[in-house]
């Protein structure tokens, strides 16, 4: 099987918003989307800095969290990103870097909304969002085609993170076949952790059934929604509406 690997996020030419901004802001792997009422590219960037070095900080403390695929113990003393990625991967059985993403996209997006009520960070393919109205989110299972299928989200929603994983798109390490995993959850750290697993998880079109069971089992945990497909089989489940484009 050949991944999808190009560094291009052509989806991003299909938000369309009205009497929002949208920018780009990026620095080494961080490539963040934002949509907002306000230009805030340079504090963005400060903050994803800040938070960056907190990471690199804490792993050059602790090599095992860069590369650790199991989780790892908790550590109150750690920055407040870090501790949010253990938390998570200790609650979906992953490695803390599997919830990078989503961690970085919903402390990015907390950390601005004052600014902006209405705010929407992706990162990736993560997304975490604030938002006064009602929003629409594109599922693009296969980046060289259309979007047909979208997940409607009411006001009352938000905020929460919608956090995909892909074991055919990108270079993120994933252990299952399936083009795409979204999942949502109040939490970015804890949406892009489950993301991972539920992922890793999906080989053959077998699979989705007792994963949408395994997503209900993992409600307490935060997990709200998942959906997920597989060539042309999909499924879903939880506080998610699906529509068509």
């Known amino acids: 099987m050949n991944r999808y690997l190009s560094p291009i996020r052509n989806y991003r030419k299909h938000i ?3 009497n929002e901004l949208c920018f780009q802001v990026i620095l080494e792997e961080t490539d963040l989307f934002i949509v907002a009422e306000k230009k805030l590219e340079l504090p963005i960037l400060e903050y994803v800095s800040y938070l ?8 050059e403390l602790h090599p095992e969290f ?4 199991i989780p790892l113990p908790l550590d109150s003393k750690a920055p407040l990103i870090v501790q949010n990625m253990l938390i998570a991967a200790q609650k979906f ?34 997304i975490y ?38 074991g055919k798109i990108g270079h993120s390490l994933n252990f299952g076949q399936g083009d795409i995993v979204v999942v949502m959850a109040k939490s970015g750290a804890d949406a892009d952790a489950a993301a991972t697993a ?29 959906f997920l497909q597989l060539d042309e089989t999909i499924g879903a489940w939880g506080e998610l509406e699906l529509i068509t484009f």
Do not use: W
Request: glycine share 6%; net charge positive; aromatic share 4%.
């Open 93 to 126: 059985q992953v490695g803390p870097m599997a919830a990078v993403a989503g961690a970085i996209a919903e402390q990015v997006a907390t950390k601005f909304v004052a600014h902006s009520p209405n705010l929407i960070v992706e990162n990736g393919g993560d």
């Open 66 to 69: 860069l590369t650790s695929l």
């Open 129 to 166: 969002i604030y938002s006064q109205k009602s929003r629409t989110i594109g599922l693009l299972a296969h980046p060289n085609q259309n979007i047909s299928l979208g997940l409607k989200l009411d006001a009352s929603q938000f905020p929460c993170a919608l956090c995909t994983s892909s």
């Open 52 to 59: 960056r070095k907190q990471i690199k900080t804490y792993i």
């Open 198 to 226: 539920l992922s890793n998880l999906l080989k053959t079109k077998k699979d989705i059934s007792p994963i949408l069971k395994k997503a209900q089992e993992l409600s307490p945990l935060g997990v709200k929604g998942l």
């Open 16 to 18: 369309k918003t009205k």
